[in-house]
C-alpha cells in the first residue's frame, strides 16, 4: 500500500491541524493505520493508531487529549486532528500501516510495514 501524507503547516501555540493521509495500492480496510513524529534530533515518537474497521484507538502518552485519529474506509483516508498544539509538538509527521494482525493494536515502528513521505508540523509560541 502507498501512503501520502498532507495537512501540515505553521501554526501557533493553542490553535489546530488536521493532516490526512491518503492510500492506494490495497484493500485500505484491512491494514492498521498510524501516526508517528520525528522532530530535529529526536527519536521516531508514536502519536496514534487506529484499528481496521475504526472502532479502536490507542494514542501516545503526550497526546491523549488533544489529538484525535479517523479513518474513512470508503475514501482511503486516515486523519489525525490536532488540537491545543504545543510547541513541543513541532515534528514532522508521518502515517504509517502494518496488515491486520489479531491482537491489540501495535505502537511500536517496527510494526508498520508500509511508511509514507513526511508532512511538517510546527508549532509557534
Known amino acids: 500500500v502507498q501512503l501520502q501524507a498532507s495537512g501540515g503547516g505553521l501554526v501557533q501555540s493553542g490553535g489546530f491541524l488536521r493532516l490526512s493521509c491518503a492510500a492506494s495500492?490495497?484493500?485500505?480496510?484491512?491494514?492498521?493505520m498510524a501516526w508517528f513524529r520525528q522532530a530535529p534530533g529526536k527519536e521516531r515518537e508514536f502519536v496514534a493508531a487506529?484499528?481496521?474497521?475504526?472502532?479502536?484507538?490507542t494514542y501516545g502518552d503526550s497526546v491523549k487529549g488533544r489529538f484525535t485519529i479517523s479513518r474513512d474506509n470508503a475514501k482511503n483516508t486516515v486523519d489525525l486532528q490536532m488540537n491545543s498544539l504545543k510547541p513541543e509538538d513541532t515534528a514532522v509527521y508521518c502515517c504509517?500501516?502494518?496488515?491486520?494482525?489479531?491482537?491489540?493494536?501495535?505502537?511500536?515502528?517496527?510494526?508498520?510495514?508500509?511508511w509514507g513521505q513526511g508532512t511538517q508540523v510546527t508549532v509557534s509560541s
Open positions: 504509517a500501516a502494518y496488515y491486520y494482525r489479531w491482537g491489540k493494536l501495535r505502537s511500536d515502528e517496527d510494526s508498520y510495514s508500509y
Open positions: 495500492g490495497d484493500t485500505f480496510s484491512r491494514y492498521v
Open positions: 487506529i484499528s481496521c474497521s475504526g472502532g479502536s484507538t
